[in-house]
């Protein structure tokens, strides 16, 4: 008969290296994935870039107090993420004088990785009082030029690496200076 021979228990001081050997691997490997998010997968908010600003129609009507026209603007919106931009809840004002005189929703959508959309909006502004002999809302004399404001805001969320969600949100705000006695745009600043 042979004898069993029993190791000795493990002691203490060597229960407590494996432990702190066990932590700092995990804690190196926390801050690798961390470092790489944040280097990598970092999300970013989309870029809004205006390319042009046209009035395809203009009246003035009532001898000279208001004026109809229609106002399109042309955006692109690029994704720089390395996912998908889903966009909602996503809008375009026109405002005159603080006053809003154009609204529409962007329809929900998504923008693929690296890719840029491009985005068209229309309206038709019927009636908007235009005093060229009278004082401006600020107080000034309006001149024969007047100047609307548009404004484009994205708002959604980027999925990083299948896993995490972040909200991502962008905006344009521009000023357009327009000819009263044509509609001409003479320029745009964004």
């Known amino acids: 008969m042979t004898k069993h021979e029993t190791s000795p228990p493990p002691s203490n ?5 494996s432990c702190l050997v066990a932590t700092i691997f995990l804690i190196f490997i926390f801050i690798t994935i961390f470092t790489l998010y944040f280097t990598l ?20 009507t009532n001898n000279g107090t208001t004026i109809n026209f ?3 603007q042309y955006s692109s919106v690029k994704n720089p993420n390395r996912g998908t931009f889903s966009h909602y809840d996503s809008s375009f004002q026109l405002l005159y ?9 962007v329809p929900a959508g998504k923008i693929s990785s690296r890719r840029t959309q491009y985005m068209a909006a229309t309206f038709t502004v019927q009636s908007l009082p235009l005093g060229l002999e009278s004082n401006g809302p600020d107080g000034l004399k309006m001149g ?24 991502v949100e962008a905006k344009a705000e521009c000023r357009v200076a327009i000819a009263v006695s044509d509609g001409a745009v003479l320029g745009f600043h964004c």
Request: glycine share 4%; aromatic share 12%.
């Open 13 to 17: 001081s060597t229960n407590l290296a």
């Open 41 to 60: 997968f970092k999300p970013q908010d989309p870029k809004i870039s205006v390319s042009a600003v046209q009035l395809p129609s203009f009246n003035v």
């Open 70 to 72: 229609t106002f399109s």
């Open 97 to 105: 004088y603080g006053k809003q005189i154009g609204f529409m929703f």
């Open 144 to 167: 024969p030029t007047m100047e609307i404001e548009s404004t484009m805001e994205m708002v959604g969320r980027v999925r990083v690496l299948h896993l995490f969600s972040h909200h």
